[in-house]
């Protein structure tokens, strides 16, 4: 990277180095077109000179334009990370390394309008976020890929197999994801209420610096009696929610909301685990992956007692080893 000249460049890497260097003092991170063109026209940008494993980042550029940030460590079978709102790849860091330092090659991407990626005004919506997740696996030419979502990047895992497929896909894991309904309606009394939706709305509008770090409390149980507080992992999830923009931030809440994945779960034709916390004060197991594990043939689901939403930070090593050996098995 030293020995680039400006000239050498790409508009990614100048992207990336901005983002790098605004990072510190940056601010942080869920609805309705549809992806102009196909996820094959997409385009991948590494640094010059750079090979497959040699350079952790870059960027796809989608059909209709848009820079998607990801990171690609690590050689082997891939695994590709869907992180939650408003956060970004960096939430999966601990699981990347965890497996990378197995022999696997591990991916994320942030998500469009969250993190180091572009801020669009416009396909801020599901459809968007599976064709772009379609984007970065076919210009990385992943296959045999073990796709793990989490809460909102469950929805996106969900949703491109519903568009695209599993041709590509060897697993999947679903960990403390909405689907298949978030909302509360008379087919799903066990959703939680729209004035809860429009609450999450009007909060991220209004101070969402203020309301992100409200928020750490529930989604990683931080309120439960006996819970110890790790303002460090507040912290984080503060700063890779203020690299996001408002606008993206704002239409995604719909997505995670109101949008019904049960056509894409019953899609799903690979071996699958769904993993969710008991105690999750985020997204209610009896709305989500109580009945995810009934729709996905032959699911098999995990209930960590006592769990938050937040459980891959909380409780890293089992959720490590179950992900591990399932991926394995």
Not at 73 to 94: E, K, N, R, Y
Not at 180 to 199: H, I, R
């Amino acid at each position: 990277m030293m020995s680039q000249t400006a000239a050498d460049m790409t508009e990614p890497t100048r992207r990336t180095l901005l983002t790098s260097s605004l990072g510190i003092a940056g601010g942080l991170g869920i609805a309705g077109a549809v992806l102009a063109g196909s996820p094959a026209n997409a385009e991948v940008s590494r640094p010059a000179g750079s090979q497959r494993g040699a350079r952790p980042t870059g960027h796809i550029t989608t059909a209709d334009g848009t820079h998607i940030f990801y990171k690609d460590w690590g050689q082997g079978q891939p695994v590709l990370f869907s992180h939650g709102w408003p956060l970004t790849a960096d939430a999966w860091d601990s699981q990347m390394q965890f497996l990378g330092m197995r022999g696997y090659r591990v991916i994320a991407h942030d998500r469009r309008s969250h993190g180091r990626s572009d801020q669009t005004w416009d396909g801020n919506d599901m459809d968007h976020y599976a064709d772009d997740l379609a984007a970065v696996i076919e210009a990385l030419d992943l296959r045999n890929l073990v796709l793990v979502g989490h809460s909102t990047g469950g929805g996106e895992v969900a949703h491109y197999i519903g568009r695209h497929g599993t041709g590509r896909i060897a697993k999947v894991v679903l960990l403390g994801a909405v689907p298949p309904l978030m909302l509360k309606t008379a087919a799903n009394p066990e959703g939680l209420p729209m004035s809860v939706f429009d609450g999450i709305r009007k909060n991220t509008f209004e101070n969402r610096s203020q309301f992100f770090k409200d928020l750490t409390t529930p989604f990683y149980g931080f309120n439960r009696p006996g819970a110890t507080v790790n303002e460090g992992l507040r912290d984080s999830f503060w700063l890779q929610g203020m690299m996001g923009g408002l606008k993206g931030q704002y239409d995604c809440i719909k997505q995670f909301s109101e949008v019904d994945y049960t056509p894409d779960l019953q899609r799903i034709d690979r071996p699958t685990l769904v993993v969710h916390g008991d105690a999750d004060q985020i997204v209610p197991i009896g709305a989500s992956a109580l009945k995810t594990a009934e729709i996905v043939k032959g699911a098999t689901l995990k209930v960590y007692p006592g769990a938050p939403h937040g459980l891959a930070q909380t409780m890293t090593d089992r959720f490590n080893e179950d992900l591990l050996a399932f991926i394995k098995a």
